[in-house]
Nanobody
């Protein structure tokens, strides 16, 4: 049974920082492609950042490039998202997700929500102006 549990969300003012964490259990974590998604009220769930099993590949949504950094610690089965220079438009529920295998499949990078097999319950991030 795969379990993903997010933490670290909260309320901050614009320009502030937060670090999200995701604890994984029940998986051979080091073989999984991991990602952060977010969903604002009334909006579709969107990918924010993806990281390969060995951390050699990372990619980001254009809206967060240069501000967010995804990382992982395979020894601890942990995934992180460091979020700096937060903006009100970053307000959303943030979800940790996992996919068995590589982050690239048949020449295409995993990016859609249906590319990922397992999901956490989410942690809320609210940024005020």
């Amino acid at each position: 049974q795969v379990q993903l549990v997010e933490s670290g969300g909260g309320s901050v003012q614009a320009g502030g920082s937060l670090r999200l964490s995701c604890a994984a259990s029940g998986v051979t974590y080091f073989t999984f492609c991991m990602a952060w998604f977010r969903q604002a009220p009334g909006e579709a769930r969107e990918a924010v950042a993806v990281i390969s099993s060995g951390s050699t590949t990372t990619y980001y949504a254009d809206s967060v490039k240069g501000r967010f950094t995804v990382s992982r610690d395979n020894a601890k089965n942990m995934l992180y998202l460091q979020m700096n220079s937060l903006k009100p438009q970053d307000t959303a529920m943030y979800y940790c997700s996992a996919a068995r295998g590589a982050c690239a499949v048949n020449g295409r990078r995993r990016w859609r929500h249906d590319d990922f097999d397992y999901w956490g319950q989410g942690t809320q991030v609210t940024v005020s102006s």
